[in-house]
T-cell receptor
Framework: SQKIEQNSEALNIQEGKTATLTCNYT??????LQWYRQDPGRGPVFLLL?????KEKRKERLKVTFDTTLKQSLFHITASQPADSATYLC???????????FGAGTRLTVKP | KAGVTQTPRYLIKTRGQQVTLSCSPI?????VSWYQQTPGQGLQFLFE???????NKGNFPGRFSGRQFSNSRSEMNVSTLELGDSALYLC????????????FGPGTRLLVL
């Protein structure tokens, strides 16, 4: 079956450390993968998009990798801050036909 | 540029009623997608409209329907509401012919009693 799995439901880290979130998918061959941030009671906010021919993409303290062989994306937040506490969702459009699939999300808590 | 707006923000209905939710995309965006988010199922795709045409539909019963107007505003309707329809309904807009970056609205919180 086709699945998108974010292997940690919750992740707690200390301020200043690097948070690493994982997104694995099976039986898809997406052209790109996206990461979103969602705060309680609000809609997701787009963070980064990485295409299948890109290994890594960075934006400020954020870094995303995309390994199409492993069918995995890693999302890193360096020098984490309590304000980074939120749920992070990975998403992909598996058949490039406008049917976006989201992972269940990882709830990140950064403790001061 | 104004973001995606959704109305109403909160709604309480009873079983068997119907409901219509509205979404106004970012100006210039022609694609609007609708999602249902629940604690148990996460974010699930309902349907996507582009230039007034439904291009794709998720795995939801026919009680869930939608439409898009010529100004790209979209509505979704749920008929014969069930308790399990209680959820946060999110719409997202994007600019291009393919979804790529999506900009989400704040959502409509629907409670079915």
């Amino acid at each position: 079956s086709q699945k998108i799995e974010q292997n940690s439901e919750a992740l707690n880290i200390q301020e200043g450390k690097t948070a690493t979130l994982t997104c694995n998918y099976t039986n898809y061959s997406p052209a790109y993968l996206q990461w979103y941030r969602q705060d309680p009671g609000r809609g997701p906010v787009f963070l980064l998009l990485i295409r299948e021919n890109e290994k890594e993409k960075r934006k400020e303290r954020l870094k995303v990798t995309f390994d199409t062989t492993l069918k995995q994306s890693l999302f890193h937040i360096t020098a984490s801050q309590p304000a980074d506490s939120a749920t992070y969702l990975c998403a992909l459009d598996p058949y490039n036909n406008n049917d976006m699939r989201f992972g269940a999300g990882t709830r990140l808590t950064v403790k001061p | 540029k104004a973001g995606v707006t959704q109305t109403p923000r909160y709604l309480i209905k009873t079983r068997g009623q119907q409901v219509t939710l509205s979404c106004s995309p970012i100006s210039g965006h022609r694609s609007v997608s609708w999602y249902q988010q629940t604690p148990g199922q996460g974010l699930q795709f309902l349907f996507e409209y582009f230039s007034e045409t439904q291009r794709n539909k998720g795995n939801f019963p026919g009680r869930f329907s939608g439409r898009q107007f010529s100004n790209s505003r979209s509505e979704m309707n749920v008929s014969t509401l069930e308790l399990g329809d209680s959820a946060l309904y999110l719409c997202a807009s994007s600019s291009g012919r393919y979804q790529e970056t999506q900009y989400f609205g704040p959502g409509t919180r629907l409670l079915v009693l």
